[in-house]
């Protein structure tokens, strides 16, 4: 009777580290980072700011389904900046129109473009964790 218990032991220990690392894994994404800096500026901003911040976090989910890669704080550099905002300028489509346009300039909005840099920023300086881990953000100062 000891072993299937000991097993049953171990089992739940494994599913519990398992969970825990998942929550922790959580924690540390981009789009729950997105989350909770959205919720700590409910009552320091203006509705349309929030309004902006979640257009951001929608632009970014799209361009990350786009090129096919998950998006991490480590990837925040140069070329990442440029790739999004290319992908905003050329293949972006926007939620109203119901035509592509293949590679021809589409005139929207800057504010994403403008917005993320310092949406990260924010973001960035609320997580003390991550600040050892060097990400390199030289752009965004």
Known sequence: MRAPLNLQRNIFRQ???????K??????????????????????VSKATLTVYGN????????EAFRAQ????????FSFYEDFVDYLTFEHVHMRRKTKYW?????????????????IKLI????????????????LV
Request: proline share 4%; glycine share 2%; charged share 30%.
């Open 56 to 63: 951001v976090k929608s632009h970014l989910l799209a361009f």
């Open 23 to 44: 929550q922790k894994k959580n924690k540390l994404s981009v789009y729950y980072q997105f989350d909770e800096f959205i919720k700590s500026k409910k009552r320091k």
């Open 103 to 119: 590679r021809k300039k589409v005139t929207l909005s800057t504010l994403p473009m403008r917005r993320l840099p310092k949406s």
């Open 124 to 139: 960035y300086r609320n997580i003390p964790i991550l600040r050892s881990t060097g990400i390199y953000l030289y752009w």
């Open 15 to 21: 599913l519990l580290t398992l969970a825990i690392l």
């Open 70 to 77: 998950e998006i991490f704080f480590d990837s925040f550099d």
